[in-house]
């Protein structure tokens, strides 16, 4: 079963924290880290934006990526979220195991 990140920013830690536990409630995801403080720059509306976001990274499993792409989306606040999977290729055995173990297909 192939492992997956999923890189989500949202706009505040409130945010953040709703969305994270939501999907560590649902089970979707085995681990969710936060970071805050993290400056944005992106062209939104034909002009470039300043902001500062939060950073989500989520552990899961592939099958399990279009769960928490529509969970997310339903409960984020942006109007296009930045939402994406990156795939695992290699780490810690144990760890992997533990993720597909925390999560339920």
């Known amino acids: 079963?192939?492992?997956?990140?999923?890189?989500i920013t949202v706009g505040n830690i409130e945010e953040a924290k709703k969305i994270g536990r939501k999907l560590l409630e649902e089970?979707?995801?085995?681990?969710?880290?936060?970071?805050?403080?993290?400056?944005?720059?992106?062209?939104?509306?034909?002009a470039i934006?300043?902001?500062?976001?939060?950073?989500?990274?989520a552990k899961t499993t592939n099958a399990l990526a279009a769960k928490v792409i529509n969970?997310?989306?339903?409960?984020?606040?942006?109007?296009?979220p930045c939402i994406v999977s990156l795939p695992i290729k290699?780490?810690?055995?144990?760890?992997?195991?533990?993720?597909?173990?925390e999560v339920t297909e």
């Open 1 to 7: 079963m192939e492992k997956i990140v999923i890189y």
């Open 71 to 80: 969970q997310v989306t339903a409960l984020h606040s942006y109007e296009i």
């Open 90 to 101: 290699d780490g810690n055995p144990a760890f992997l195991e533990w993720i597909e173990k």
């Open 27 to 46: 089970r979707l995801v085995a681990c969710v880290n936060m970071i805050d403080g993290m400056q944005s720059m992106y062209w939104w509306h034909d």
């Open 49 to 57: 934006q300043e902001d500062m976001e939060v950073i989500l990274i």
